[in-house]
């Protein structure tokens, strides 16, 4: 078995949709677990509902609501328009799920405050409704596919908003719903879960690539691929740098410094469950998916030395991020090179740096795989860039 997932902008909208279902058809031989995000700015709009809900602002409430259900209505008419039994089932569906948020909310607007549970219900809405189209997209284009409800196969802890799964649990459910079906595609939701309790439960911002590490290592799955849309893990963050490089291949620890140290390419609790079981995450682009991506593995000592990517971390990033740093001031950045075997080019980066930012120190990571300076904060893109130009270029 494989684990796809896909993100909020791969799902966007009908024409991303039908662009995902010829990816997972391509793939049909290799059993696919498919785990999709919610629509791409769903899930902050969710948040917008919470926090009107919480001032007790009715007319906001309602106008968001409104944009919820009219949005996903529009996208399961443009992909179901063919096919009216189909679509008014799921018009059904959707309709039960916004009504199910709509009736909740209602409920507690106006009591001036939401508990981390009531947050964590109303946030599951985006992947249980881009879900349901995805699904019901699939079935008519003749994909089989079975909807699996994440909040079955995931249990976790009661930290409602960043909850931490329970993988005996977890393990147990997957291979009771998951092992052992016919059907040509299985899909399911990131991001959300149940406690123990059986309670409403989420995995924390950008949680879904979390949840299909987890599934892919719960069905010893052969390969665990995040699509995206950016062509594989980048050597700098493109809003930053013009050029980039697209990473081929990177070691687990590679991509986990990566990730903490700014990175925004894979959440950093992803890592970790694929690599307890060796399992390659590929990092792949659903507006290109003839494209190579990059493939985050085992390091068998193939994987080349050197430096593979630059990242940017400012004290909101790490705030957000709940990542280790090494500095809490709001004039400074962070900026550091990541790559086995970085301290072999550390005279070039250091020089490169001073030359922009003159005292700053660079110190190298314990496990050898970054080198870091803190900066100015205004510097730091300049700084970024002047770094991807002498060791990229
Ligand atoms: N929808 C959630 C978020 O935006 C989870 C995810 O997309 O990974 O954070
Ligand atoms: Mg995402």
Not at 25 to 49: F, N, W
Request: net charge negative; charged share 25%.
């Amino acid at each position: 078995m494989i684990v796809m997932k896909f993100g909020g902008t791969s799902v966007q909208d009908a024409e991303a949709i039908a662009r995902v279902i010829e990816i997972v058809r391509g793939r049909l031989a290799e059993h696919p677990l498919v785990v999709v995000s919610a629509m791409s700015k769903v899930t902050r709009l969710l948040c917008g509902i919470a926090e009107a809900t919480i001032a007790g602002d009715r007319e906001q409430v309602d106008t968001l609501l409104d944009d919820l259900l009219s949005r996903h209505h529009r996208v399961a008419e443009d992909l179901l328009a063919d096919d009216a039994q189909r679509f008014m089932q799921t018009i059904v569906r959707i309709d039960g799920l916004w009504d199910e948020l709509a009736t909740f909310v209602d409920e507690t607007c106006g009591t001036g405050r939401l508990s981390d549970c009531d947050h964590a219900r109303i946030l599951s809405t985006g992947e249980l409704l881009s879900s349901v189209i995805v699904s019901a997209a699939m079935d008519a284009a003749g994909l089989d596919c079975t909807w699996l409800d994440a909040r079955d196969l995931m249990t976790t802890d009661e930290n409602y908003l960043s909850a931490r799964p329970d993988l005996e649990m977890t393990r147990a459910n997957v291979r009771e719903e998951a092992c052992g079906t016919t059907a040509g595609v299985l899909l399911t939701q990131g991001f959300i879960a149940r406690t123990f309790a059986g309670d409403p439960a989420v995995l924390g911002f950008e949680g879904s690539d979390y949840s299909a590490a987890i599934f892919g290592m719960c069905l010893d799955a052969s390969r665990v691929e995040i699509w995206t849309d950016v062509d594989g893990i980048r050597s700098a963050d493109p809003r930053i740098v013009a050029q980039t490089r697209r990473i081929p291949e990177l070691s687990y620890e590679e991509a986990a410094e990566m990730a903490y140290l700014g990175a925004r390419v894979l959440h950093p609790l992803t890592i970790g469950p694929a690599r307890s079981q060796g399992i390659p995450i590929c990092v792949l682009n659903s507006h290109q998916p003839e494209g190579s991506g990059s493939r985050v593995c085992e390091d068998h000592g193939d994987i080349p030395q050197g430096p593979k990517s630059i990242a940017l971390l400012t004290a909101e990033d790490a705030r957000e991020l709940k990542t280790r740093t090494i500095f809490d001031v709001s004039r400074k950045a962070q900026v550091s090179v990541i790559g086995k075997g970085i301290a072999a080019d550390r005279d070039r980066i250091v020089g490169t740096i001073r030359g922009i930012d003159g005292g700053c120190a660079v110190s190298l990571s314990e496990n050898g795989l970054s080198l870091s300076a803190i900066v100015e904060k205004d510097r730091a893109r300049e700084v970024v860039q002047a770094l991807h130009h002498e060791l990229f270029k």
